[in-house]
């Protein structure tokens, strides 16, 4: 788990990034915990698990459960795997909304559920900084990242869609500085 916290903590100093030492260690047992399953776990299948939160009803304990895990999963493969995400019509705003509301309603849950009281205030830091995290999670991925030409090509296409600064910066490290041409921004 060393490594996995420093890649968090470099990822977050990159983006200026102040999370309590509580949510920082949930995020390290997140990665650690999916590195470790891999895609065998019952996770892998993303649409039935969100289908299946959004239905249950459960008592408080299992309500709050399958919110957080579907936190984690959209936290997770927003920020590894968000482009197979949006090939299959889950956008990027709403994986954040949706992320970022099953955290805050777990928050709310947990603030009332006295074996999970404590860790209220980290669901709802989660909560408020889902965005952001997600693309923590992105970087990390970048950073672990071996580029094949056809790869830096679809990165490039990518920042002629967006014109994203980070895509730029992994583009020049790379070798690939993008340039701006008058006419073509």
Known sequence: MPVVHEQLVTATKERHLRMRDETVLYLVELLARKALRGFD???????????????????????????????????????????????????????????????????????????????????????KLFGVLVEVFDDIRESQASYTSEDLLRLYEKWVRTRSPRIAMRLHAHGMPPHFRKGYA
């Open 41 to 127: 776990d019952e996770g892998g299948n993303f649409f039935s698990m969100l289908h299946g939160c959004i239905g249950r009803v459960g008592d408080l304990g299992e309500r709050l459960r399958a919110l957080l895990r579907l936190g984690d999963e959209l936290l997770y493969f927003g920020g590894f795997f968000r482009e197979h995400l949006e090939r299959r019509g889950l956008s990027g705003n709403s994986i954040k909304e949706l992320g970022s509301r099953a955290y805050g309603v777990a928050a709310r849950l947990a603030a009332s559920h006295p074996p999970e009281f404590s860790k209220a205030s980290i669901y709802e830091e989660l909560a």
